[in-house]
């Protein structure tokens, strides 16, 4: 009975160091590289300003050459360097 208790204590000690070491390992940033031949740039140019009544909105659309997205799990909402 007292080997069997060591060992469930060495399992969860394991299994404790294992997600400790695997949590730093998850929440990394993760870089994507951008498919240029299936994307493009969209950018929403509003109306502002004294003259904004007598404007309107545009959106205006570019193809994207090159470039890449790095995603970060530990501020999602941050934007990146």
Known sequence: MRADYNLSM??????????LWLRPAAAAS???AID???SNVRAHIGKTGIGSFAG???EV???MMQGE??????????PGP
Do not use: G, K, Q, Y
């Open 56 to 58: 309107h909105e545009h």
């Open 36 to 38: 240029s031949s299936a």
């Open 10 to 19: 060495i399992a969860r000690i394991a299994c404790l160091l294992l997600l």
């Open 30 to 32: 993760r870089t994507f």
């Open 69 to 78: 997205v790095v995603a970060d799990s530990t501020s999602p909402s941050m």
């Open 61 to 63: 659309v570019a193809p």
